[in-house]
């Protein structure tokens, strides 16, 4: 057994003294008093706190440094791949989208979409390119059923811009519902299981929506998820529709707001480790002035989309919207055409049919 | 707070009626409440007949659809001269709107219009772009804070620019369901560029055009263009917004009131 009283910067004789007297350990130390200790110890009560003090400080720095936790966290490779296995993968509804991503969200990592592996994925496009009808779909994927293939989780909507609308994902919800009820005839044939037991209105139970009016709110909120998870344990993915909108006014100082963005993305990366489950934050896409011109990039700087490890840009191709996938560790970059249709999210419209405009 | 218990809210139809129902069928319902919705034309094109049209509709009863309330129209001419002007109020409407002075809450602000306020005072510098951009989410923060706090839309016009160069480009990002804007003939885009669009929840856009009728009359080749028909073709795009697919209609403007024609 390690006998961490050796480390205290303490005199030898009383070094001897406390081993002798059984303390031997720090947190064996912790709850003395410096009376009983001097009692125990023979010496005086002045020498006595003076070593609780030392004792005290010396267990600050253990937990400073965390040694233990990290050594006792060391993973294998093997294990973290296994891991991988394991977790499953919510569905973004667009089978194209799914392959690129390595078949959907993965519930760990922040992307600003999310993906294999990613927890945290970072969705970002121009208005009106879908992103918000992309944080719906996955509030509502994310609880198909675990005999669906899907995750059987709940889902928080942090919404800052107001665009969450009710009627649009009662709608998805309903198109989620058809769907599973067709997939059930389907693999009927072969099993008798999966029994479509969820309503529309169920899904909308299980979506927790957050509206922040400010990014003090945007920040509260943030802070308070934790907790509220530990109360409600089946959340599976946290939406942030968008990161961006309350952090582009009343900035003047620009290295607080970094400072205050790169909180917010630890936090929630920690969140996403945590406790298992994918976060989600759509950006929005602005101007930038560089070489003479301008050009669209996301907003927030260079500094933020360090923080998330996968991000996803949703741009128009033609008359076809298309998801890129600009930055991750685990995939390679590739891109897929999808669909935003009455029913939500799907595959690319040259598929399938698709209303004309003039 | 659970999007379940919003659908069972007090009203569980706020929405905001167009005052026709072809319109509000055509576009799902026009505007939702506790957003901002932008409508963008060039002049003429009704932008501002369809705003006087929602004032009077909001005050219809609940009977009818409607939200029986007060509205507030804030006219970027008279009374309101610069952008700074526009927040400074924006500031003060909380109080107006928490202590009304009618019967009837407020329950849709109309701001006509936007650009005229921040296309004067502006320079095409990063400087200036950035302080501007700036002052739109400032702007935008507080009406959608405003929209959230008391329920209430928010709706905003803007104007539009001549789409300059071929496609391409910063003025050619596509935004929304529209590849191409087309009014009058000329292909256009809406002023104050994309920030401003990263401020609103939706977007309509509203277009005419000059149509020839009447070549069943056999008026068009008689004496050149002036024996010709023409009829004025109105038509509304949903640009985008979060709750409907795009999706258009023609409307007419007479003299008592805006409709939409059924294809």
């Not at chain 1, 303490?10 to 003294?17: C, D, P, V």
């Amino acid at each position: 057994m390690d006998v961490e009283v050796w480390r205290l910067p303490i005199s030898a004789t009383q070094r001897g003294k406390l081993i002798s007297a059984g303390y031997t350990s720090l947190s064996s130390l912790s709850s003395v008093s410096p009376s009983d200790l001097a009692r125990d110890l023979q010496i005086s009560g002045n020498d006595a706190s003076e070593i609780l003090k030392a004792a005290s400080h010396c267990g600050r720095l253990d937990n400073a440094d965390q040694s233990h936790a990290i050594v006792t966290g060391a993973q294998t490779a093997w294990d973290m791949l296994h891991e991988e296995d394991l977790s499953r993968r919510i569905t973004t509804s667009c089978a194209d989208l799914d392959n690129i991503l390595g078949g959907g969200i993965n519930c760990k990592e922040v992307t600003e979409i999310v993906k294999d592996n990613v927890f945290l994925i970072l969705i970002g496009g121009v208005p009106g390119i879908g992103k918000t009808q992309f944080g719906i779909q996955l509030a509502v994927n994310v609880q198909i059923p675990v005999d669906f293939g899907g995750l059987g989780g709940k889902a928080i909507y942090i919404d800052t811009e107001g665009s969450f609308m009710v009627e649009r994902a009662l709608q998805i919800a309903e198109s989620c519902v058809e769907d599973m009820l067709e997939y059930q005839e389907f693999v009927r044939k072969k099993f008798q299981a999966c029994q479509v037991q969820m309503q529309p209105k169920d899904f909308l139970k299980n979506i927790f929506y957050f509206r922040v009016c400010s990014y003090t709110e945007q920040i509260a909120v943030i802070n308070y998820l934790e907790k509220f998870i530990s109360e409600h344990k089946d959340v599976k993915v946290v939406i942030v529709d968008s990161v961006t909108f309350h952090f582009r006014q009343d900035f003047d100082d620009m290295a607080l707001r970094t400072r205050l963005l790169s909180g917010l993305a630890l936090k929630l990366m920690k969140l996403a480790k945590n406790c298992s489950l994918a976060v989600v934050l759509l950006n929005q896409v602005t101007t930038k002035y560089s070489d003479g011109s301008f050009h669209l990039t996301l907003a927030l700087g260079d500094s933020w989309s360090h923080a998330c490890t996968n991000r996803v840009i949703l741009y128009w191709n033609g008359n076809e919207r298309y998801a890129y996938i600009d930055k991750s560790p685990s995939l390679r970059s590739a891109s897929a055409p999808y669909s935003v249709t009455g029913k939500g999210i799907r595959g690319s419209a040259s598929n399938s049919k698709r209303i004309k405009m003039t | 707070m659970n999007p379940e218990s919003l659908l069972r809210s007090p009203l569980p139809t706020a929405k905001l009626t167009a005052g026709c129902p072809v319109l509000d069928r055509v576009l799902g319902v026009v505007v939702p409440c506790s957003s901002v919705t932008e409508i963008f034309s060039e002049s003429g094109c009704g932008k501002t007949q369809l705003c006087l049209q929602l004032l009077l509709s909001v005050q219809l009863p609940s009977s009818l659809g409607s939200l029986s309330a007060s509205s507030l129209y804030l006219h970027s001419e008279a009374p309101i001269n610069s952008a700074d002007h526009l927040f400074d109020v924006l500031l003060k409407t909380d109080f107006a709107l928490a202590n009304p002075k009618t019967q009837f809450p407020i329950k849709l602000i109309v701001i006509d219009s936007i650009a005229a306020l921040f296309r004067s005072e502006f320079d095409n510098n990063p400087s200036d772009l950035k302080r501007r951009s700036d002052l739109f989410f400032r702007i935008s923060g507080n009406l959608k804070a405003l929209a959230y706090g008391f329920g209430l839309e928010v709706v905003v016009t803007n104007q539009v620019v001549e789409f300059v160069g071929t496609g391409e480009g910063l003025n050619g990002v596509r935004i929304g369901n529209l590849g191409c804007l087309y009014s009058f003939g000329r292909r256009v885009c809406p002023a104050l560029r994309i920030s401003w669009a990263n401020c609103v929840n939706s977007r309509l856009f509203l277009s005419r055009s000059e149509e020839i009728v009447g070549k069943e009359n056999g008026l068009v080749d008689v004496g050149g263009d002036d024996f010709v028909q023409r009829r004025t073709k109105r038509q509304l795009h949903v640009v985008f917004a979060p709750h409907f697919l795009e999706s258009s209609c023609e409307f007419v403007i007479v003299r008592e009131e805006v409709f939409a024609v059924e294809k």
